[in-house]
């Protein structure tokens, strides 16, 4: 009734962020039918191509251990071993490629679905999981009977197909074992091979449904409450918050240094309202001219301000003051697409330091 009443309640759908973060624990939705879709086709496969070649292997054995029945006496427990070793051998030749085939189907169907993902929280010990009343649940509750009908119609199915697989199949087998042993094996490869056909389609049909359902289930087991969808929505507008004062107090951290660097800046170049770029360039430090701050608007009027105060020029020129503002960082050389503005602006400077002459 508990489990009824929070379902209801949880009636938003899932966040993305509720959703990675399951996908992130290892909580993804997995389809078992997938799985074993993908093995049946695997094994028609191999029995479809290998199958001929080990049928005929098998018989060739077969035939080699029968010749010498009559030499072997079952009371004696070497003879049997020999004899029984033998029916191994024979036999393993036909279904270990086809066992391991079986394997590398089931790997890739599953691995179709979600590629591996390391999780502790999936293999850590939970009370929860070895919990009786938690048991009872989902062997008797909603998605026991969903697996209980799942395995009946499966049942049904493959009893089904065998029967029609063998009605069709009888008829030749009772005529081969009339005819020579050798030929079993390929009578017998080709009944499975039609059962395996018959399989192999109901598993497509139940691998496509359960696909659907483990994904629409998955989705339906993550829903939230309104509450939850509220407090992750305040969790991320915190988290948004915090970043910007980060950011902000990077920020100030910046133009706090951009202003103790700004008395030794050469020139400002200007906008001239808009923008303010301050350089520095001594020839006797060697490197282009260095950007020693930089600013828009309210933050240029500031450099504009502090420049007066210290007599540092300030020379307005629209295009470079843009150029450099986007372009170049603070404490970053200027590149040399700006060598010629830049050494224009500085030789002007060097002459009206010369002629004692009114920046024009």
């Not at 009893?159 to 009605?167: D, E, T």
């Not at 992750?232 to 951009?258: F, P, W």
């Not at 701050?293 to 210290?310: N, P, S, V, Y």
């Not at 450099?324 to 603070?330: G, H, I, N, P, R």
Request: charge should be positive; proline fraction near 4%; charged fraction near 25%.
């Amino acid at each position: 009734m508990a489990e009824d009443t929070d379902r209801e309640a949880r009636s938003e759908e899932a966040t993305e962020k509720r959703l990675s973060d399951a996908v992130e624990k290892g909580n993804v939705p997995f389809s078992r039918e997938a799985v074993t879709c993908g093995s049946l086709i695997a094994c028609l496969m191999a029995l479809s191509l290998v199958g001929p070649l080990a049928a005929a292997r098998v018989s060739v054995g077969l035939s080699s251990v029968l010749d010498g029945a009559g030499t072997i006496h079952l009371e004696d427990r070497e003879e049997a071993a020999i004899l029984l070793t033998a029916v191994l051998r024979v036999a393993s030749l036909g279904i270990l490629p086809v066992m391991l085939l079986l394997m590398a189907g089931g790997l890739i169907a599953a691995l179709a679905q979600n590629m591996p993902r390391a999780s502790l929280e999936r293999i850590s010990p939970q009370l929860a999981r070895i919990s009786p009343t938690a048991g009872f649940k989902r062997l008797f509750g909603l998605q026991g009977l969903i697996e209980f009908s799942k395995s009946l119609l499966k049942l049904v199915a493959v009893c089904a197909a065998a029967g029609l697989a063998i009605r069709g199949g009888l008829a030749n087998m009772l005529n081969g074992l009339e005819t020579e042993p050798q030929f079993l094996p390929r009578l017998a490869l080709d009944l499975v091979i039609k059962l395996l056909m018959m399989l192999c389609s109901l598993a497509a049909l139940l691998a496509a449904g359960d696909l659907v359902w483990s994904r629409i289930k998955w989705r339906r087991d993550l829903r939230m409450t309104r509450q939850e969808v509220k407090d992750e929505y305040k969790q991320a507008e915190g988290d948004q918050t915090l970043k910007h004062k980060a950011r902000t107090a990077a920020r100030q951290r910046i133009s706090r240094r951009m202003m103790a660097n700004l008395p030794n800046a050469t020139v400002i170049v200007t906008n001239p309202t808009h923008f303010a770029v301050a350089l520095r360039y001594v020839r006797e430090e060697g490197g282009a001219p260095v950007v020693m701050a930089k600013g828009a608007d309210h933050l240029a009027f500031r450099i504009r301000t502090l420049a007066a105060e210290h007599d540092i020029p300030i020379v307005e020129n629209k295009p470079l003051a843009r150029g450099l503002y986007d372009a170049v960082e603070v404490d970053q050389m200027i590149p040399e697409e700006f060598y010629k503005a830049v050494a224009e602006i500085i030789h002007f400077l060097q002459l009206r330091r010369m002629y004692r002459s009114p920046l024009s």
